[in-house]
């Protein structure tokens, strides 16, 4: 089983910058992609960024130019920069690894951390 115990979230205000950290350990071989996501009031959970075992990045528009998605395989901990935060940055934010198990991948999810910028 993998455990992902995520920090750094709390209140912010616009214009500020903010640092989450994701830790995974358990039964880890090897971590394929890091990912965070975001559920924000009366909205569906939306990927904001995700990294590949290799660094390839990928973000969702809205915080393209104001986020950083950073992994440290040897700590198996992926990082999200969030600078010039906005109003609209408010969510919880969750993390996910993708793990290969045997013949499969397996998703894991940690419990999400509550981001609040205010005006």
């Known amino acids: 089983q993998v455990q992902l115990v995520e920090s750094g979230g709390g209140l912010v205000q616009a214009g500020g910058s903010l640092r989450l950290s994701c830790a995974a350990s358990?039964?880890?071989?090897?971590?394929?992609?890091m990912g965070w996501y975001r559920q924000a009031p009366g909205k569906q959970r939306e990927l904001i960024a995700d990294?590949?075992?290799?660094?390839?990045?990928n973000y969702a528009d809205s915080v393209k130019g104001r986020f950083t998605i950073s992994r440290d395989n040897a700590k198996n901990t992926v990082y999200l920069q969030m600078n010039s935060l906005k109003p609209e940055d408010t969510a919880v934010y969750y993390c996910?690894?993708?793990?290969?198990?045997?013949?499969?991948?397996?998703?894991?999810w940690g419990k999400g951390i509550l981001v609040t910028v205010s005006s």
């Open positions: 358990g039964s880890i071989f090897s971590i394929n992609t």
């Open positions: 996910k690894v993708v793990v290969p198990i045997r013949a499969v991948t397996m998703d894991y």
């Open positions: 990294i590949t075992s290799s660094g390839r990045v």
